[in-house]
């Protein structure tokens, strides 16, 4: 399957908002207390948070479309908006996320070529991300993509610290 994938611009940020959320539920929200997730959802994904984060202009948000309809979303930060500093040539993907309903057809992997598109023409040399250290299909998904653990980091969820793998990949 291919997706259309479509920079975002304040205009889409309600149903940016609306496929972080509903992403981000699906893929944390059985694994996480409900006062937690909706302590992170309203801090991370309210509307004012995303548009200050979507004018950066170190930082993209990109939906993906398929057949109408919302499929996932994508948001990259380099040089001082990346969550972790990583050096001045280092491309990070902050979120990647498909709904449940689009799932292994392909669409990650689109982000991800996406991602690598935009280090290139930016003349960044690395991308890295972190990934929840329970999140095993996503860990085996970047591991397939090259990535390689150098490190970790906590990511916290509502009042609960977690442990996010950092994982990273040279550029050719």
């Not at 975002?8 to 309600?14: I, L, N, R, S, Y």
């Amino acid at each position: 399957m291919t997706g259309k994938i479509k920079a975002c611009t304040p205009a889409d940020v309600a149903q940016l908002q609306t496929v972080c959320r509903q992403t981000f539920t699906a893929t944390f929200g059985a694994d996480n207390t409900a006062a937690d997730l909706a302590a992170y959802l309203d801090t991370a994904y309210n509307q004012p948070q995303l548009l200050a984060e979507m004018r950066q202009p170190t930082t993209t948000y990109d939906l993906m479309w398929v057949d109408g309809q919302v499929a996932g979303y994508l948001k990259l930060n380099w040089g001082p908006t990346q969550s972790e500093q990583r050096g001045d040539a280092a491309l990070e993907i902050e979120r990647i996320y498909i709904l449940p309903a689009f799932k292994r057809q392909g669409l990650g992997r689109q982000f991800y070529q996406h991602a690598v598109d935009q280090a290139q023409s930016l003349g960044l040399t690395s991308i890295w991300l972190g990934v929840w250290e329970h999140n095993p299909a996503a860990q085996r998904f970047y591991q397939a993509m090259g990535f390689q653990q150098v490190g970790d980091h906590v990511f916290q969820l509502g009042s609960d610290r977690q442990r996010d793998l950092i994982l990273a990949k040279t550029l050719v």
